[in-house]
């Protein structure tokens, strides 16, 4: 298995993400179209010529196409938890007055 080694995704490729994207790529074997992979990964800022001489394989796709998705999931969920502390704190602030 190869681990790709990006600066944009330095925070999540982790020996440990490495084999937990690994494990779901093994239990998941309905991929997305190798189209959608680059959908996803040209709307995160990577340019496909680029990326394939360097990395020419499918499963190299298939494993950086995770790591953005893992890593969008990570933002929504940061982005959800700070929601709901803000409300919490709103809420907590309003029983006061």
């Known amino acids: 298995m190869v681990i790709l080694n990006f600066t944009l995704l330095?925070?999540?490729t982790s020996i440990e993400t490495a084999f937990k994207?690994?494990?779901?790529?093994s239990v998941n074997r309905k991929n997305p179209s190798l189209?959608?992979?680059w959908r996803v990964i040209e709307t995160f800022?990577?340019?496909?010529k680029i990326f394939e001489k360097s990395?020419?394989?499918?499963?190299?796709?298939?494993?950086?196409?995770y790591l953005i998705k893992t890593s969008k999931r990570t933002q929504k969920d940061q982005e959800t938890?700070?929601?709901?502390?803000?409300?919490v704190e709103k809420h907590k602030k309003?029983?006061?007055s």
């Not at 994207?21 to 790529?25: A, G, R």
């Not at 800022?45 to 496909?48: A, D, E, K, T």
């Not at 938890?81 to 803000?86: A, T, V, W």
Request: without cysteine; glycine residues 2%.
């Open 55 to 65: 990395h020419p394989t499918e499963e190299d796709i298939l494993m950086l196409y």
């Open 35 to 37: 189209e959608e992979m």
């Open 21 to 25: 994207i690994n494990k779901d790529m």
């Open 45 to 48: 800022g990577i340019q496909r």
């Open 81 to 87: 938890i700070r929601r709901l502390r803000d409300y």
């Open 10 to 12: 330095t925070s999540i």
């Open 94 to 96: 309003d029983r006061k």
